[in-house]
């Protein structure tokens, strides 16, 4: 990035945070933010993110699935995943294995990243056991050079990048959920920004198809909801 341009980077090292568990009290969810007993740490880590124009998520791969550090950690993050604030920041996300379970890290990082609000622009997973040997090793720069640009150009350019359908799905759960929740901290937040009604959080492009089918599901969520025919998960 810096052979692009001149970037500062700030590290975020979890395992010196010293956080204990969340102990899923939820309060920065229903109260705000700052009733979280953890907030004198937290609340600086969210505001030097805030300040960022771009973040980097990466934790290696533990028993093929996240690290239990980086999982408490957006634990304390759950309030922003009902109250997104992080639209036009850019994110990648990145994973190190010693041979694989790439795939489920980078998924929750990259989900994480974009419920957040961010728009996350591309994804790179390694694996340690392969790094010595100098064909893999090329890829590995080629890919973090590729990656690197890609985020350093997007940063740049500054617009909203596509939505998935996904998104729009997870946007429109959130919806129904906040819409069932009048006088709440939510609520209000929605209210405020005029999401209750809204097919999305920007007016960050989708597909006219995604947009529909988000449409359609919403209104089967909405449907399953009132007639409590909600099933047990099986
Ligand atoms: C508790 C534990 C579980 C791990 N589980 C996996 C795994 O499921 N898949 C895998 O490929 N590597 C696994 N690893 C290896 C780590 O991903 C690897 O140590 C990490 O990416 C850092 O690479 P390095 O040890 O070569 O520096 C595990 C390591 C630990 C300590």
């Not at 909203?160 to 359908?165: A, D, E, G, R, Y």
């Not at 006088?183 to 006219?208: D, M, Q, V």
Request: glycine content about 10%; aromatic content about 12%; proline content about 4%.
């Amino acid at each position: 990035m810096n052979a692009l341009q001149p970037t500062e980077i700030e590290y975020v090292f979890l395992g010196k945070l010293l956080v204990p568990y969340c102990d899923g009290c939820l309060s920065c969810v229903r109260v705000g933010e700052e009733s979280c007993p953890e907030y004198a740490t937290i609340g600086p880590i969210a505001a030097r993110m805030d300040a960022a124009d771009g973040l980097i998520l990466g934790a290696p791969v533990h028993t093929f699935a996240v690290t239990g550090l980086m999982k408490n950690f957006v634990e304390y993050f759950m309030y922003k995943r009902n109250r997104p604030s992080f639209f036009g920041k850019k994110a990648i996300v990145t994973c190190t294995a010693s041979g694989g379970g790439h795939k489920g890290v980078l998924d929750f990082l990259e989900g994480t990243a974009a419920a957040w609000g961010c728009d996350v622009v591309t994804r790179l997973g390694i694996s340690s056991a392969q790094i010595q040997k100098p064909r893999y090793l090329a890829l590995v720069d080629e890919g973090t050079r590729d990656v690197a640009e890609k985020f350093v150009t997007a940063i740049r350019g500054g617009r909203h990048q596509q939505v998935s359908l996904t998104q729009l799905v997870n946007f429109r759960a959130m919806q129904n959920m906040t819409r069932s929740q009048p006088g709440s901290k939510n609520f209000a937040y929605w209210e405020a920004r005029n999401w209750l009604e809204a097919g999305y959080y920007t007016e960050a492009p989708a597909s006219l198809w995604s947009r529909l089918f988000a449409g359609y599901i919403a209104r089967r969520m909405r449907g399953a909801i009132r007639k409590g025919n909600i099933r047990p998960f099986r």
